[in-house]
């Protein structure tokens, strides 16, 4: 069923070239892992070494399962290891649209499912001694007066689905803690957070290995053969396993056709000054909350540990990024922070965001032996990991999670030609919608 399609744009070997991300620059200390060389045989094949495919293995083998992972580059290059480090709450689309589709009480288990993938994040970073400046709380701030009304509709939303304690805040108790006068007001929420993802899939990667993964980098499937017993093909080596899980998520291309069409990868640019004076940074964001605004095409940003503001937004669908993101970002951060209009810019960069058309995951099976998930639409940190989890329930054989996911129905992105200038339409309305609403 799958013989590979000529490079995806959206692709680790294109990416390759691209200029070295804040987080790459400031890694732990790693190691290189071998390509795949020779036949191999294994109980599940992983295909891609970002937070979903990492979480997958690792409790594939903690469920006694013979894994073998699969990276194209290296462990984190897709966007697990580019993102924003958010630690978000519940889905990129809200809590609505899955409550229409699936009902109130299945829509609550979701929303159950998605905290819980914090609580996982918390427990492997403290259980692996993961170094990845974990810092908790969180700001959704509103870019104009209209937002607070979306901000009031999120926290009743959050109430209505258990998730108490968050606070309304309105705009001078903003400014006393976010230095500036763009926003006005903040939903804020203490159990939600930032941290370095590359750091934390590093951390992850090992602890797989400890639990008895074999992990191979540089090792890009170029197909799929399906079946009882699907193989997976590398340039220099194969893979025959029970299962097969597909976590390449925007990365992925066009490995298996099935589900291709069923995201789009859409490009986010993301920048990091140089170490911002401590008084300057101490004051910036006082409580040291990730921030993200409350727009479509939204800005976000937070502190690192080393005092950089790490800044992102826009969104780019020609499935390019440029190598220079600074000209895109910088006008951006100085709206927000005039007065950074002088920072010098250390690090920007790229990534690709796997939206799906009603921006909820797309997990499930397109065979008895081929599982996947991806389409977390800008919120994957927290879903990819649980999604991780509910792929090794099912491959285990209790799939009662994985299939209340995997009943949400998905419309594809139309294909060939059509599928870039109707995207670019789509954002040029969503752009419009926040100048004016
Ligand atoms: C700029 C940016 C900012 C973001 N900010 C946030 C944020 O702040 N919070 C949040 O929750 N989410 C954020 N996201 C989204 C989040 O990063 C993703 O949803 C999440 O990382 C997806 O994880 P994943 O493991 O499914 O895929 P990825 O991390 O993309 O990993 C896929 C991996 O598969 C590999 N791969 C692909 N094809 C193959 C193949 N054929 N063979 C072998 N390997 C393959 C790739 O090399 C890649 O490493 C952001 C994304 C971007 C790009």
Redesign the pocket.
């Given at each position: 069923m799958t013989r590979p399609k000529p490079l995806d744009r959206a692709d680790?070997a294109a990416e390759a070239v691209r200029p070295l991300t804040y987080y790459h620059a400031t890694a732990n200390a790693h190691k290189a892992r071998a390509r795949l060389q020779g036949e191999h045989q294994a109980d599940v094949c992983v295909?891609?070494?970002?937070?979903?495919?990492l979480s997958a293995a690792y409790e594939l083998a903690n469920r006694g399962f013979r894994v073998i992972l699969?990276?194209?580059?290296s462990i984190?290059?897709?966007?697990?290891g580019?993102?924003?480090?958010?630690i978000?709450t519940g889905f990129s689309s809200g809590m609505a649209r899955i409550a229409a589709q699936l009902g109130r009480e299945d829509a609550q288990r979701c929303f159950r499912i998605a905290e819980e993938g914090k609580v996982m994040i918390a427990s492997n970073i403290a259980e692996h001694g993961i170094a990845c400046d974990l810092q908790w709380g969180y700001l959704h701030v509103a870019p104009k007066p209209s937002a607070m009304d979306d901000l009031k509709e999120m926290q009743e939303e959050f109430d209505a689905y258990g998730y108490g304690g968050t606070e309304l805040i309105d705009r001078d108790a903003l400014m006393a803690r976010l230095q500036t006068s763009a926003y006005h007001g903040a939903l804020r929420e203490a159990r939600a957070g930032h941290f370095h993802p590359l750091n934390y899939c590093l951390g992850m990667a090992d602890a797989c290995e400890e639990s008895g993964v074999a992990i191979f980098e540089d090792?890009?499937?170029l197909a799929v053969e399906d079946g009882a017993r699907p193989k997976v093909m590398t340039a220099q080596g194969s893979v025959s396993a029970k299962f097969v899980v597909a976590?390449?998520?925007?990365?992925?291309?066009g490995?298996i056709p099935a589900i291709r069409r069923k995201i789009m990868p859409v490009g986010?640019f993301?920048i990091a000054t140089e170490p911002l004076p401590d008084d300057v940074a101490s004051n910036l964001i006082r409580d040291d909350e990730a921030v993200a605004d409350t727009n479509f095409v939204l800005d976000?940003f937070r502190m690192t540990a080393d005092r950089r503001l790490l800044f992102?937004g826009r969104c780019a669908y020609s499935g390019f990024i440029p190598n220079n993101v600074e000209p895109w970002m910088r006008p951006r951060l100085r709206r927000i922070f005039p007065q950074l209009a002088d920072v010098k810019i250390d690090y920007g960069w790229?990534?690709?965001?796997?939206i799906t058309m009603n921006r909820i995951p797309d997990i499930g099976r397109v065979q008895d032996t081929i599982y996947y998930a991806?389409g977390?639409s800008?919120?994957?940190?927290?879903v990819?990991t649980v999604c991780g989890r509910l792929l090794a329930e099912a491959i285990a054989g209790q799939a009662n999670r994985f299939d209340l996911l995997a009943r949400i129905r998905h419309t594809p992105f139309p294909g060939g030609v059509a599928r870039t200038p109707l995207l670019v339409l789509a954002m040029m309305w969503y752009r419009l919608r926040d100048a004016i609403s």
């Open positions: 680790p295909i891609g070494g970002g937070f979903t495919g699969l990276e194209a580059a984190g290059w897709g966007a697990s580019r993102n924003g480090g958010q978000c090792s890009r499937a976590a390449g998520s925007a990365y992925l291309g490995l986010s993301v976000y992102g790229g990534g690709f965001i796997d991806q977390f800008g919120q994957g940190v927290v990819g």
